[in-house]
């Protein structure tokens, strides 16, 4: 006769009241710093209705100001991306020397100020610049300065994502697949991508966010030239100063969506990655 098992017994879990002390204040920290400024800004785009929220964002510098955005972030997240794979195979797999000063180098963007990577820029490619303009192609004042701010603020998010995940799944399977003949090239594409694939995505939803939304950095090297070097964040900086401030507002809601997409973007990565 088979033995019964023992019965469970269902432990009271006490709720204490900390506990809602805890969540009160993390949502209203979420509420008062996130929710309320979002809030505001549409209200204050919509302030004057539709027409005008029209004419903001079809304005012809503000549509300088979105293509160039665009332009920008195109450019800059395929170069994070390739850096993001490459640093954290490097440093997942193989052990080199250095490999701890490059680990602190991809950090460095997230420490230092955006304002200084800019300046830094500027003294490198400026007009009396060390390198100048290379080749003749006009780096500061211009999308490839705005580009080089870019990648150089953004380069971390990549790499960042991809770093532990690889860490943890480790190298069996890559390691397996040389040894019965594949190529590097065939490895990663059929063992090491389907792997990786959805913490990559999140790295790169998170680097286009950033890259769209990037001031300080791009602000020192694009000369605020309207029409022309100004990005999203900075065309918004000049409407506000010129007192157009529905006009401004109206524009930086292009912006909070843009944030909205990401997060959103991102809840349905982090899901996907729960299930996989």
């Known amino acids: 006769m088979a033995m019964s098992e023992p019965l469970k017994r269902e432990v009271p879990v006490r709720r204490s009241p900390a506990r809602y002390v805890v969540i009160g204040i993390a949502v209203s920290f979420v509420a008062l710093f996130v929710l309320v400024p ?22 012809p510098a503000a549509l300088s100001a979105i293509k160039l ?19 954290s195979w490097a440093i997942a ?12 180098l991809i ?15 500027v003294l490198l490619f400026g007009s009396r610049g060390i390198i100048g303009s290379p080749f003749g192609i006009k ?35 890559e390691e397996a697949a040389l040894v019965l003949g594949a190529s590097g090239w065939q490895t ?51 409407l506000y100063n010129e007192y157009e401030y529905q006009a401004a507002f109206a524009v930086a809601s292009l912006l909070a969506v843009l944030a909205l997409g990401s997060l959103i973007a991102r809840r349905v990565i982090a899901k996907r990655v729960e299930v996989s």
Request: net charge neutral; glycine share 8%.
């Open 93 to 104: 797999r193989f052990r080199f020397p250095g490999r701890s000063v490059l680990l602190a």
């Open 139 to 173: 780096v500061i004042f211009a999308l490839p300065g705005i580009v080089l701010a870019t990648v150089f603020v953004t380069f971390p998010f990549v790499a960042r994502e991809l770093i532990p995940l690889m860490e943890a799944q480790g190298a069996e399977e």
């Open 38 to 59: 979002l809030a505001a800004v549409i209200v204050e785009a919509l302030r004057d209705g539709l027409a005008a929220y029209g004419r903001a964002v079809t304005d």
């Open 107 to 121: 950090d460095l963007p997230l420490a230092v100020s955006p304002v200084i990577a800019g300046l830094v820029f």
């Open 188 to 238: 990663f594409m059929r063992v090491t991508l389907p792997k990786i694939k959805w913490g990559l995505l999140y790295g790169v939803v998170l680097c286009t966010a950033r890259a769209m939304g990037e001031f300080g950095a791009v602000s020192v090297v694009s000369g605020h030239v309207r029409g022309r070097t100004n990005t999203l964040p900075l065309h918004v900086e000049i």
């Open 69 to 87: 955005t665009l332009e920008a972030t195109a450019i800059a997240v395929p170069l994070n991306l390739v850096f993001g794979v490459a640093a």
